[in-house]
Every structure is written in C-alpha cells, then in structure tokens.
RNA sequence: GGAGGCGUCGCCUAGUCCGGUCUAUGGCGCCCGCCUGCUAAGCGGGUUUGGGGCUACAACCCCAUCGAGGGUUCAAAUCCCUCCGCCUCCGCCA
C-alpha cells in the first residue's frame, strides 16, 4: 500500500503515476473521500468515548443516589459510543479497501506503457549461431527425452498437463542449479532458506496476490491456506509485524521452494515443455533494507541474476519492464530473457522488483531510524527457476549428436561435463546450406 | 486426534479468583541528565505501538492497544464465547 500520507499531500503525483501504468485515476478521488470520512468517524468516535471515561471515572468514586443518577446518564452515552465505534470501523475498512486497490507509485524511469513498452536495457552475449554449425537444434523437450531427463507423458498421466517428472540427469541438474545457486548466494551473504509453500491469506494478500493476480493462484479447499506462486510471499511474510533492528539491514535471504501457477488465461500459450508449467522449483533472493537503500539494492539484485545467468553460459538480455507490466507491488522490475535457441526469442528466466514500502506496510514490517519507525523497503529477485533454466541450458549447449555440454560451473554439481543420450539417437538434421560434417 | 497448562508495552514480571484512580506494577536492558581524575556504583528523569486533533510533520491534548475477534456491562487485562500460537502428557505418523 501507498504512503497514505502522500495521498492526502500530493494526489497529483499518485495519479500521474496510475496514467503511466494505464490505470483509471479515479481511484484517487475514491481513496481521498474514504481518508476525508475516515477522519471525520474517528474525530465523532473518540470525542464520545471520551466522554465516557470520564463518566466513568466519576461513577466509580460516586456512591447511593449520585451514582444512580449517572448510571442512569451514562446509559444513553454508552449506544451513541457503540454506534460511532461501529461508524468508524466501517469507515476504516471503506479507506484500507480504498488505499489497497492503489498499485505501487512507479519509478520515474520506468517506461510508460504496456507490454510492449518495455525497454531492452542491454545484450549480454551472442545468441548461438546452429546454422553455421550446420545443424537444426532439438527443443528441450526432445532433449528431454533422449537424455532421459524430462518425462511429460508421465507428468500428464500421474498429474495433468503442465505438469512433468524430472529424472536421472534431469533431476541431477535440478540439484545443480539449486547448489550453485544457493552456493553463489552464500558467498554473496544471503541467509538460505527453505521456505514454506503454503501461506495463510494474510501473506498472499500482503504480498499483493490477491489483487488482479488472484486468478492464478492455488487455493487449498476447505483450509485458509493458498499454495504460493513464489517464495517472495512466504519470504515477505516472514518478517511481518516485526520492526527490525537498522543494523541489521539489509537482510539477504536466499529461499528455496516449490511454486505453483494456475496459468489461467494463458491457454494454448507455451503448451509444449517445461516453459509454462503449474508447478516448478525456484531458488529467490529476498531482501529488506531501508527505503534510501532500495535502488542500489536493486541494481545489485540484478548484478548477482546476471552472474549467475554468466555461470550458465547463456545469452540473454536485461529489460526494464514497463509501467502496465509491474503488477501492483513493483515500483521498478527488471527481468533477464536468455536466448531460447529452438524459439529463435528471449525468454524471461529471472526478473527482480523493488517494492520499495509497499509490501511493508501492508505487511507491517518497520525499522527504527532517526525519525521514529519506518517501513522498510523489500526487494526480490529471481537466482534460478528450475524448469526454464534447464530449458536454456539443454537448448544451448547441445551438440550435434544429441549430448549436451554441461556448463563449467555446473559440472562440479553435476559431477560430468557432458549428459549423454540414454537410446540411440540418430544425429541432428543438417541445415539447408549449412556447413553440415 | 485427546487431556491439561500458558499468552501482559525489548526481556522477565505484578495484576485476572472478587470488573471501577490499572491513566498497567516492579526488575533488567537501553537513552538523557546529575555526581565524578576515568570507569563502576549512586541519584533523578525517560523508554510499547498505531491513529486522530492542533500544528512548524515540534510541544501539547485525545483515542485505541494486556495473543486475535466477538459478547455481557454505565465500565473489561479482569467475566463469557470463538479462534490462533506455544508448552507438557497420551495416541498416531515421516
């Protein structure tokens, strides 16, 4: 939630702010009335509860026929207090509806727009050139297959589409990134975490998820539990009606846990392989540091995604997401897109957003400065999602023969340097006018 | 799953039976000041959090806050109900 004290102070900023994302600007307008009534059922509240207490200081020195007449006056007092008390709750919970629905205010360098909008920052790398090697790479489903590390027909069969078994390497290369991952973020200072994957409403809600998100997440029938889309709401949560220490910010946590995604409305989108699936395995930095902080932290967030996609050996590229992609939280958000080989595109495989105080207040996460508590500031970013980080790296470093190279970093996890096909397997189609061999 | 115990403003703690200067006690820690060669001790003061009024976003005043939410009552830390969490024991399980 937005600085209610900025939303009374300077409107203008906060709609100009929605009119970048591509948000109607009367929700301003809602929210300010909702503030101007809140006040108002507050200040009629406390002056009546006032007045009570201190009818009931005198009622319990008073004695005999006084006391009687002002048990008698204090009656009255006491239906209009619990009507105001009622008047203003409602009126409180009309202003925290009205204040939630407000997204996060943008960056000033965020672009404006949608989808389309966004803004490639840089190119790290060269894609692979398969045409020049004269053969027509596989996809990773079919790497999958012939190295005997993605099974989807069984993922089907047991669980449903989008989902998917990992096995022998596939499994093994899991674990790979999970370590070098959770290794780098060691190094790095982050505390690791496994983190749970289901949260109570507070947290989903907290987080943001509840919001126009609510249709892609998982909700456990007959409990109060949903099943978390990423570790960022289990993580943000965590700290949660805490003030923390300043000395002990930045907090770093790196957080492993399953993630699970309806995909609702993206039918027919990425239906073949592990790109788009209900469930997968991700390892997410989280941090909370101070508001002052934020930036510089975000650009280090990015930093380590970049190592890591270094470590790798992919080709990717850094987009600076645009205002009407943010989601309601982001203030700023960044995704990395590696080269998908046989998509001939970039595909988003890690994305960090600085949240700045918006998660913090909802969630009530505070720090003690100078200036009394403040909220702090909270950050994500994505080390690796397992299933589109395999795909990257199958898609990548195969080789003409169907084995896959593994990437330096990853062979002392992986324990080999190349995953070899587990059935015979004819070599890769030559390309047309390739050097063929 | 069953039985019992507990939850008070950083930590510990008084208060809860029997509702009313509880406007929440005391200690520890912490902060400020005094004293003092220095430190310690001693002495004095301060120290939950959120919100509102008024404003210089100060000072001051007010309201809420005793795990959470309801209820009873003129009045609830205190009585009643529901829920949550922790501990002990039993059962079950990985």
Not at 156 to 166: H, N, Q
Not at 237 to 251: K, N, V
Not at 375 to 401: K, S
Request: proline content about 4%; glycine content about 8%.
């Amino acid at each position: 939630m937005i600085d209610p004290r900025l939303l009374r102070d300077d409107p203008d900023r906060v709609r100009a702010s929605l009119a970048k994302r591509g948000a109607p600007t009367d929700l301003v307008d809602a929210a300010l009335a909702a503030d101007a009534a809140r006040r108002e059922a507050i200040v009629a509240f406390e002056a009546l509860r006032a007045e009570q207490k201190q009818q009931g200081r005198l009622i319990a020195q008073a004695r005999g026929e006084e006391k009687q007449q002002l048990l008698a006056r204090t009656k009255e007092l006491s239906a209009g207090v619990k009507e105001a008390e009622a008047a203003q709750g409602a009126a409180e919970q009309a202003w925290q509806d009205a204040v939630r629905a407000l997204p996060n205010l943008v960056h000033p360098d965020t672009p404006e727009g949608g989808e389309d909008d966004s803004v490639v920052l840089e190119t790290v790398g060269t894609p692979r050139d398969f045409a020049a090697e004269g053969f027509e790479p596989r996809d990773h489903v079919e790497l999958g297959r012939i190295l005997g590390a993605i099974d989807l027909e069984r993922g089907a069969k047991v669980s449903g589409s989008r989902f998917y078994f990992l096995t022998g390497v596939g499994a093994q290369l899991e674990l790979a990134l999970v370590n070098l991952a959770m290794e780098q973020a060691r190094e790095a200072g982050f505390t690791q975490v496994i983190a749970p994957s289901l949260v109570k409403p507070a947290a989903m809600e907290g987080t943001g998820f509840l919001g126009q998100a609510a249709d892609d997440v998982y909700r456990i029938e007959g409990e109060d539990l949903y099943l978390v889309g990423t570790s960022e709401v289990a993580m943000a949560a965590y700290h949660s009606e805490e003030i923390l220490d300043a000395e002990t910010l930045p907090r770093r946590y790196a957080a492993f846990s399953p993630c699970f995604r309806k995909e609702a409305g993206s039918h027919g989108k990425d239906t073949r392989g592990i790109i788009r699936v209900h469930w997968f395995d991700k390892v997410e930095m989280f941090v909370y540091t101070t508001l002052e902080e934020a930036e510089a932290e975000h650009a280090r967030l990015l930093a380590w995604e970049r190592a890591f996609l270094d470590k790798l050996e992919l080709a990717y590229q850094v987009v600076d997401i645009a205002a009407g992609d943010l989601g309601l939280s982001a203030q700023r958000k960044f995704d990395c897109e590696a080269w998908i080989p046989t998509q001939g595109k970039y595909r988003e495989l890690t994305s960090t957003s600085n949240c700045t105080d918006f998660q913090s207040r909802r969630l009530d996460i505070r720090t003690r400065g100078e200036s009394g508590t403040t909220p702090v500031a909270t950050l994500n970013g994505t080390l690796t999602a397992i299933t589109r980080a395999i795909v990257a790296v199958l898609e990548t470093h195969q080789q003409v023969d169907g084995s896959v190279r593994v990437p330096q970093a990853l062979q002392k996890w992986m324990g080999c340097e190349v995953l070899r096909p587990v059935v015979p397997v004819a070599p890769a189609a030559a390309t047309e006018g390739g050097a063929g061999d």
